[in-house]
């Protein structure tokens, strides 16, 4: 597919056909082509949730076992409420990577996952270096827009 075009222009124009033609299959071919963050496309601002369910989502992320895929389908995922995508999200907070980890706290706050906190606030008192110095500014981040008064001492 042109998506995954060893030539950056082509790839690039099939990257942009993706997201533009906003067709689930060609959405998860770009997802799953590990060169979505090369090109900062904003699929995150283009209303996702209209046509990609939290089902094929689901689907995506169960059939996906390359962690930049899942990376990719992680960074996509708070626009889709669903207690399922939550719970997946939420798992990844315990992931080994703390980049997973760091990807599902800022989904986790973008989508106002309340059932979250806890977990958020555990991974808030963790970490000493830098990855998890990253990590713990996703997870600060998502705790802060979820306003909750209980994270206030992390937060400071």
């Known amino acids: 597919s042109f998506v995954r075009d060893q030539h950056q222009e082509l790839s690039y124009i099939g990257l942009g056909l993706a997201k533009n033609v906003k067709t689930p299959a060609l959405v998860c071919e770009l997802l799953a082509s590990g060169r979505y963050s090369e ?27 390359d962690a930049n895929v899942r990376q990719s389908l992680l960074s996509i995922a708070g626009q889709l409420p669903s207690p399922r995508v939550e719970q997946v999200l939420i798992e990844c907070l315990d992931d080994s990577e703390t980049r997973v980890q760091a990807v599902a706290a800022s989904q986790l706050g973008r989508m106002g996952s309340y059932r979250a906190i806890p977990f958020l606030r555990r991974l808030a008192a963790d970490g000493s270096d830098q990855a998890a110095s990253r990590m713990r500014h996703s997870v600060l981040t998502a705790l802060g827009r979820l306003r909750d008064p209980g994270s206030v001492d992390h937060l400071l």
């Open 39 to 65: 090109f900062g496309l904003a699929i995150n601002s283009d209303g996702l949730a209209e046509y990609v369910t939290p089902e094929a989502w689901l689907g995506w992320w169960e059939a996906a076992k």
